[in-house]
């Protein structure tokens, strides 16, 4: 959502990666790598967007992209 800068109201787009541990898998240094491939997905794909890191073989091998909708928020996994 925009935020007030000063007298302006300012948006800040960015590109989000996703990245998501299933119980017995990879550690921290592997899932921060996963979000990265999504994030750099995500980037080659156009401003302000999200893309889910899906390993080979999973239920969907492909990367997802979507157009991520920044004024308002991604919802809470919990």
Do not use: E
Request: net charge positive.
């Amino acid at each position: 959502a925009p935020r007030a800068v000063g007298r302006r109201r300012v948006a800040v787009p960015c590109s989000i990666g996703i990245a998501r541990r299933r119980p017995g898998g990879p550690g921290a240094a592997a899932l921060l790598r996963q979000a990265d491939i999504a994030m750099y997905r995500a980037k080659r794909g156009g401003k302000a967007r999200w893309a889910v890191f899906w390993p080979a073989g999973g239920p969907d091998a492909r990367q997802r992209q979507g157009r991520a909708g920044l004024s308002r928020p991604l919802p809470h996994p919990g």
